[in-house]
């Protein structure tokens, strides 16, 4: 038996990973701001939910499969912009575009990635994936970075609202995060314990952020990059910017982390095609409510108008099913996906995937569901949401 065989759930996952992938970089995954209380909360409160057990109703002929900006998908599911994933394995974006491509769902890449736009193109024959963007103080290199997308294949844009400023995350600081890891003692001793990461970082030339070194004026390496980024982060980001961007892409457009109905409704003026609602995994505001929590609300109040999707704490098909059940046309998942490509790379998140969508599959037919297109909060118990 291979040790892929005997994972049966995302935490399986995320058990290995913890294991094989160094301190500093599973820490920046599987952590949250300040006491973590939104990044724990992300997850528990989905466990809160109870669903309605249906019976003797015809199973057969189940589908998962709908669309996401119309999009044809094979679950409500996409693969969230994760920063740094190059540092969960080497060539993570790669690794784990391809899986989310031969699954048939969505991939984003983050503006922070490892692997670059151009990359992500090179390595899936130019299939279309979603790319993030964060709005930085240079515009120019803005307009650049959107025409990169575009020439990549893009087939939409997702814009990070949440992170003007960055929030306090202790783990971060206390490990010294960067990419790659400094050569510090404490360092080396870690890294002496992950054999297998070693390996596969001393066989690629992927380490650094590939969108940003030798795309912007004066940064040419990984120094240089932390003085720009720490300058770079516009704290005036306004829904002006977003319209300009808007304009500037042309094409389908999400914005990401709306916890707030107001907000939500700044978002369906803007012209966008989605959004999400999001507290950026619980790492930007703590106290903030889990996504969860908030989406209901924002679903009623919008989901007319444009289609409202929702990522932070999805560790299960079942809580997919319940995002969908209370509003959510679609959802992403981040830190399941890592755990995959932490644990086994590409057959990792291959693996993830096929967990998710086995326990959506299944628990839609316990609640008396063949189609993902028909079920509604019905599917849940009254008092528990």
């Known amino acids: 038996m291979t ?9 399986d996952l995320r058990k290995v990973a913890k294991r094989r992938v160094p301190r500093m970089f599973y820490d920046y995954a599987d952590s949250g701001a300040w006491t973590e209380s939104t990044y724990r909360a992300n997850e528990s409160d989905f466990q809160k939910i109870k669903l309605r057990q249906r019976v003797a109703v015809n199973m057969t002929g189940r589908s998962t499969r709908t669309t996401l900006i119309g999009e044809s998908v094979a679950m409500p599911v996409a693969i969230a912009p994760t920063g740094m994933t190059g540092m969960q394995h080497a060539d993570g974006e790669i690794l784990g575009a391809r899986a ?22 090179e390595h899936t024959g130019r299939h279309p994936f979603w790319f993030q963007l964060y709005v930085m103080r240079d ?6 970075l959107i025409e990169r997308a575009r020439a990549a294949n893009c087939s939409a844009l997702q814009l990070t609202l949440d992170l003007q400023i960055l929030g306090q995350r202790h783990k971060d600081i206390k490990n010294g995060l960067s990419a790659p890891p400094k050569p510090t003692l404490a360092n080396i001793m870690n890294l002496a314990t992950k054999p297998r990461w070693c390996l596969g970082m001393l066989g690629t030339h992927r380490r650094g952020f590939g969108n940003i070194v030798g795309h912007v004026k004066g940064v040419g390496d990984v120094s240089s990059l932390s003085a720009w980024t720490a300058e770079q982060f516009d704290p005036e980001l306004n829904w002006a910017d977003v319209e300009w961007i808007k304009k500037r892409w042309g094409g389908k457009l999400i914005l990401k982390g709306i916890l707030d109905e107001e907000d939500a409704r700044l978002a369906v003026n803007s012209g966008a095609d989605a959004l999400i609602v999001s507290n950026h995994g619980g ?8 996504s969860i929590t908030a989406l209901p609300a924002i679903a009623q109040a919008v989901g007319q ?9 999805i560790r299960s098909g079942q809580d997919v099913l319940k995002a969908r059940a209370l509003g959510a ?5 981040g830190r399941s996906f890592l755990y995959g490509l932490g644990a086994y790379g590409e057959a990792g998140v291959s693996k993830a995937l096929q967990i998710i969508h086995k326990e959506l599959d299944l628990t ?13 909060s019905s599917i849940l118990l009254p008092g528990t949401f």
């Open 3 to 11: 040790d892929l065989s005997k994972i049966t759930c995302i935490e």
């Open 364 to 376: 839609m037919a316990f609640c008396g569901h063949a189609d993902i297109n028909t079920v509604d």
């Open 139 to 144: 515009r120019d290199f803005i307009e650049r």
């Open 283 to 290: 790492r930007q505001l703590d106290g903030a409510p889990s």
């Open 305 to 313: 108008d444009i289609e409202v999707w929702m990522d932070g704490g």
């Open 100 to 121: 989310a491509q031969a699954f048939g769902i969505p991939f984003t890449l983050s503006t922070m990635s490892i692997c670059s736009l151009e990359d992500i193109a």
């Open 329 to 333: 046309r679609g959802t992403l998942i």
